[in-house]
């Protein structure tokens, strides 16, 4: 696995972790939930420079879109990547 893959895969991780924490808390049934993650490379400089994450719950009742998009949005990985953090890279020999 790729790293670039392995954080798609992170990101959808964890909007399943919050989407299906939400629907245990409301009795809402996700038994075939599905979360495909997609991205686009970006030159100057290269880098991942649009990530896609959509979410299939089949049956979904329509009340309860809003709430769970809300919640997937609120996901710590996707919090982090919408407010980048100062990261600090280190050599040590």
């Given at each position: 696995?790729?790293?670039?893959?392995?954080?798609?895969?992170?990101?959808?991780?964890?909007i399943g972790v919050y989407i299906v924490d939400f629907c245990r808390r409301h009795d809402v049934p996700?038994?075939?939930?599905?979360i495909r993650v997609?991205?686009?490379?970006?030159?100057?400089?290269?880098?991942?420079?649009?990530?896609?994450?959509e979410i299939l719950i089949p049956n979904l009742d329509e009340k309860f879109r809003r709430?769970?998009?809300?919640?997937?949005?609120?996901?710590?990985?996707?919090?982090?990547?919408?407010n980048p953090p100062r990261i600090r890279i280190s050599l040590e020999t």
């Open positions: 696995m790729t790293p670039p893959e392995l954080f798609a895969g992170a990101l959808g991780a964890c996700v038994g075939n939930l599905r997609s991205w686009r490379v970006v030159k100057d400089p290269i880098r991942i420079g649009e990530m896609e994450a709430p769970l998009l809300r919640v997937a949005e609120s996901c710590l990985i996707h919090r982090t990547v919408q």
